[in-house]
């Protein structure tokens, strides 16, 4: 697959990526080589990844807890101290081996830790590989509040191997899954149509579905890398979706919600809102509701719980002035951004979610 290259950086495919790596390696002759891990990449693909490097330098491995409650600044903080403790200076390189979490909190880590050191991201789940991994996001959460510190610093490069996915349970690919969907739903109607059955794919055809996702995520950050405008196409679905991952992320008597879980529930809700603000039409916004739930399981969420998810909206980082601001869709593969929604529809959104049947 031919290298998709960003403003900063470049993004490679299976062993090509490795080659990469190893001629980065030979080129720039970091002091020391940190890999980043959690306690599944540790377990699970950190052994594989080493029989890739040809590389004399110094490696030290560091691992952090798995899952996004522990993407915190505790946990960089962790990851700070085991830098310093293991002589990591400027001319270091970290690369991070793992999910979102790792991608993310390692990015941020790099680009703090002595005002920055250059990091490379291997992302070994679907959301990473299609999405957190790639576009120079990095940050942790505040509280139960998703991805509130961080900084937009693009990675020396992104080694996307689909052989990392043989380790991941159903539930992960699944939270993949949601943001392909959503890049169809803002961008590209035949790429949203080739998702629609997705127990027809083979395995040859996921690569090449991964390699349009990162296609089209992209070319939205190369045109606006900051999100002052488009690239908050990239937000659908995140509104409400990242309310309802927070809420359910501290709530004591809820079952946490992987990302792609809570994004395909504001998919579906922001569908809804889609057809009230703008001009989704109501066939549309039954296919949409249809494809998810065929790929997603029906969550409850109770009718008491409505306000509390709500209150968390105005934390969201599209904001501002205090008007919370949805990304809505005009059609399937065609979205706006910047649309103010009434509460009373916001209610109505998840009434119509709460009395979907699952497929």
Same mark, same amino acid.
């Given at each position: ?158 080694? =996307?191997?689909?052989? @990392? +996915?043989? &380790? ?8 993949? *899954?949601? !943001?392909?969907? /959503? ?84 998919? =579906?809700?922001?569908? @809804? +809102?889609? &057809? ?8 549309? *916004?039954? !296919?949409?509701? /249809? ?69």
């Amino acid at each position: 697959m031919t290298p998709i290259v960003s403003k900063d950086s470049v993004v490679y495919f299976n062993t090509s990526g490795y080659d990469a790596i190893n001629q980065y390696l030979n080129k720039n002759k970091p002091s020391k080589i940190f890999i980043l891990v959690d306690s599944n990449t540790q377990e699970f693909c950190l052994a594989t990844f080493l029989t890739f490097l040809q590389t004399e330098l110094s490696i030290e491995v560091i691992e952090i807890e798995a899952g996004e409650i522990n993407k915190t600044i505790d946990t960089c903080t962790g990851v700070w101290n085991a830098l310093s403790e293991l002589g990591a200076d400027r001319k270091s390189l970290l690369i991070n081996l793992g999910g979102g979490v790792v991608t993310d909190l390692g990015g941020f880590v790099a680009c703090t830790y002595k005002r920055g050191i250059p990091y490379i991201n291997v992302p070994t789940t679907l959301l990473a590989m299609v999405d957190a991994s790639v576009g120079g996001k990095t940050g942790v959460d505040l509280g139960n509040l998703k991805n509130m510190v961080g900084v937009i610093s693009e990675s020396e490069m992104v080694v =996307i191997d689909s052989n @990392y +996915l043989q &380790t991941l349970p159903a539930n992960q690919m699944r939270s993949g *899954l949601a !943001e392909m969907l /959503k890049h169809g739903l803002i961008q590209d109607l035949s790429y949203w149509q080739k998702l629609s059955d997705l127990s027809q794919l083979s395995s040859n055809d996921l690569e090449n579905l991964i390699y349009e996702s990162v296609v089209i995520k992209n070319n939205i950050v190369i045109q606006d890398p900051t999100e002052q405008g488009i690239r908050k196409y990239l937000n659908y679905g995140h509104t409400l979706g990242h309310a309802i991952e927070s809420f359910y992320l501290t709530h004591p008597q809820k079952e946490t919600l992987l990302h792609g879980e809570a994004i395909a529930i504001g998919m =579906i809700m922001e569908a @809804y +809102l889609s &057809t009230k603000c703008l001009t989704l039409s109501s066939t549309a *916004l039954e !296919e949409i509701s /249809k494809i998810i739930l065929t790929t997603f399981p029906k969550i409850s969420i109770d009718s008491s719980d409505y306000d509390a998810i709500l209150s968390l909206l105005i934390h969201d980082k599209k904001n501002e002035n205090d008007t919370v601001y949805f990304v809505l869709l005009e059609a399937i593969g065609k979205a706006a951004f910047n649309c103010t929604v009434d509460e009373a529809l916001l209610k109505e959104a998840f009434e119509y979610y709460k009395n979907l049947k699952h497929a």
